[in-house]
Antibody, heavy 119, light 107 residues
């Protein structure tokens, strides 16, 4: 069973960079898309982007050039960096894995980690 | 971007009721439409993918239908554990946006 665990600082100061790591167990990172999604408190889900093991990425345009995703297959880890954060970036951040059915639904989710942007 | 709009935003229902949630996309998404259930404090759970295929382990009372720009999630004979928020998502194009959610509450 694939399991995902997000980790990283829970508090980030405005204008700084939010950095999260997702460690994957129970399977390899190969041949599937890995996704980052966030959810502000009391609000809906926001798709941030995805990365393929080759390093190919798709980002949500609303993040413009602030977001970078990377992948380390040797460590079975994903990373999310979001720079120049503001209070609007306060949210629960999920790493997740798409299904292998070809439909690109999100099948496996981490528990999520709350990141607060505040001085 | 394709915008996803769910209706209603919330509803109240009783155990045993049949509930229907609608998701409309601003452009056709073929059948790349999926449904998730989220309970408070938990990560979302995939229920239905490809419009109408149930994820393994999902009870048969959950069903999905639709095409192009209009899709529905139906919960037949609502059970106590079904009170949650439901989201649709399209994966036809990037960004793979979600609907705003529909909260199903106990009447």
């Amino acid at each position: 069973q694939v399991q995902l665990q997000e980790s990283g600082p829970r508090l980030v100061r405005p204008s700084e960079t939010l950095s999260l790591t997702c460690t994957v167990s129970g399977g390899s990172l190969s041949n599937i898309y890995w996704t980052w999604i966030r959810q502000p408190a009391g609000k809906g889900l926001e798709w941030l982007g995805r990365i393929y093991p080759s390093g190919s990425t798709n980002y949500n345009p609303f993040l413009k050039s602030r977001v970078t995703m990377s992948i380390d297959t040797s460590k079975n880890q994903l990373s999310l960096n979001l720079k120049s954060v503001t209070a609007a970036d306060t949210a629960v951040y999920y790493c997740a894995r798409e299904s292998n059915t070809g439909w690109h639904a999100v099948e496996y989710w981490g528990h999520g980690t709350l990141v607060t942007v505040s001085s | 971007d394709i915008q996803m709009t769910q209706s209603p935003s919330s509803l109240s229902a009783s155990v045993g009721d049949t509930v229907t949630i609608t998701c409309r996309s601003s452009q056709a998404v073929s059948n790349y439409l999926h449904w998730y259930q989220q309970k408070p404090g938990e990560a979302p759970k995939l229920l239905i993918y490809g419009t109408s295929t149930s994820q393994r382990g999902v009870p048969s009372r959950f069903s999905g239908s639709g095409s192009a720009t209009e899709f529905t999630l139906t919960i037949s004979s609502l059970q106590p554990e079904d009170f949650a928020t439901y989201y649709c998502q399209q994966s036809f194009t990037i960004p793979q946006n979600f609907g705003q959610g529909t909260k199903v509450a106990i009447k």
